[in-house]
């Protein structure tokens, strides 16, 4: 009974609708994306942890990759949306240096270790552009009952405090702009930065 559950839980028609009742549509991530992360003619971006794909319409199809460690999320995102998609691990990227302008990041390193964090900021900033830009949000510590409830039921067991993502962040690049925010029932921290120099 448990590993169907889990089964049901964890497939991507599923995880998706109830992603969109918790976060309530995604409506501040998407802003956030629309503020801050929008992409310019011809910029490249990757959409690393793309999961089911959601973010994939805020960007150019023809410039828009997402990549997911779960094969499941990719063949869900390439039968319902635009753009490229693939199964890759952030940790060992296959992708030339410098090949994307912007690289989005929601909601994949509280799944992660410290250790593993740092080599997939390692690798983001390898194939950063070096004019380029990343947005990282993460799910954040929280003394909201609802949000601690939520987060007791997550998958991800590394959800840190605001000051430990910035922290992570920092020792690979340079925060333009940081902050936190509601949605729906969880709590974001995101970083927007640029690549520190070589």
Request: hydrophobic share 40%; net charge positive.
């Amino acid at each position: 009974m448990i590993k169907f559950l889990h089964h049901i839980l964890t497939s991507p028609q599923v995880s998706i609708v109830l992603r969109k009742i918790v976060e309530n549509n995604f409506k501040k991530e998407k802003a956030v994306i629309r503020k801050y992360f929008s992409a310019g003619p011809g910029e490249r971006v990757l959409d690393l942890g793309c999961g089911t794909g959601e973010f994939s319409g805020l960007f150019p199809a023809k410039n828009y990759l997402g990549i997911d460690i779960d094969p499941k999320n990719i063949a869900y995102s390439q039968k319902h949306h635009q753009g490229e998609f693939q199964v890759a691990d952030a940790r060992r990227l296959l992708f030339a240096n410098e090949s994307f302008d912007k690289v989005l990041v929601v909601g994949v390193l509280h799944h992660l270790s410290a250790p593993d964090c740092r080599l997939v900021l390692k690798e983001i900033k390898r194939v950063l552009g070096q004019s380029g830009r990343v947005l990282v949000m993460e799910d954040t510590r929280s003394r909201r009952l609802t949000v601690r409830y939520m987060q007791s039921v997550d998958q991800g067991a590394f959800i840190r405090e605001f000051s430990e993502w910035e922290t992570l962040v920092s020792e690979e690049f340079i925060i333009q702009k940081s902050g936190t925010f509601d949605s729906g029932a969880c709590f974001y921290s995101y970083f927007l930065a640029s690549k520190a120099s070589p």
